[in-house]
């Protein structure tokens, strides 16, 4: 077989003879590029551990006897300046801070709340910037005009400071006011990639062909330019999960994110910063930082790969 029919072969998915493998789907191409990405599957298979985890948060509660909000009857600290529950009292992993609460089950509870947070705020970015990127995209003219200079209007705020501002002003505690915070001011990224590739695709040759046979404005947007964002909108997605639970962790840490009864990792961070807590004990820092750093790589991680295999310029039989 020459060069030129094998290469043809390959990317038809049929050999010279006509009988060989059937033609694969771009959704199969890229399912077989990610399954040879072993760092981007370590990533993911990071993640649905972590679900399991954070599902089971409940049952490690029952299990250890310890609700969320247990409190050690005698909470304080130990003979040596430690925070109760170290060792004792069947905590498997001590205590979070001098009430007494149980670290494993803290770090449960943290898991959902940080997996809620993330998957939430990203279903809403999507939302808002799909629907602003595809109409800013294709109408062009003053529909553009408007939107883009929302987006740089809100570009231009100082995102940390201004999300301090609101939880001062509204008040800690709020889990929506974190996701409206986070959603308020991460839609507008993914708008512009997403206007900037309907742009590139308005006038090909299938929209064109889409209009002439007399497909409204709204059907050629849903089923004729919709699905090409689809892609670079997985790719996003799953990076926007990490930005959000760091951003949560971030405020939580610094004081303005959730109640100090609720289970964070930012929180418990910053419960081990509290009277130099942590230089008695390292794994109150160690093991929310280590939890929330594996989390945000691992979303990351699988990131990447979702991105190179979904690439069609990654070469078919990559």
Known sequence: ???????????TGVGPAGGGVAARTPMQIAGARLRRDRVALAG???????IAFALAAPLIARLTDHPVQYINVAAGIDDQGRPVGIGVNDYLLGAVDLNGHDMLVWLAYGARISLFIGIVSTILVL???????????????WVDTGISRVIEILAAFPFLLFAIALTVVFGRGHLWLVIGI????????PARIFRSEILALREREFVEAARSLGASNWRIMR?????????????????SVAVAISFEAAISFLGFGLTIETPSWGQMINF????????????????P??????????????????????DPKGGVGA
């Open 127 to 141: 939302a808002i910037s799909l629907v602003l990127g595809l109409v800013a995209g294709f109408y062009g003219g």
């Open 1 to 11: 077989m020459s060069a030129a029919q094998h290469a043809e072969s390959v990317a």
């Open 182 to 189: 986070i959603v308020f001011f991460s839609w507008f990224y």
């Open 272 to 287: 081990a910063t509290q009277g130099g807590l942590y230089r008695l004990e390292p794994r109150l820092m160690f093991l």
């Open 223 to 239: 089923v004729h330019l919709l699905p090409h964002l689809v892609p670079p909108a997985i790719v996003y997605g799953t990076l």
């Open 289 to 310: 930082g280590t939890l929330l750093f594996l989390t945000v790589l691992a979303f990351n991680l699988l990131g990447d790969g979702l991105r190179d295999a979904l």
């Open 44 to 50: 993911a298979g990071f993640i649905v551990l972590l």
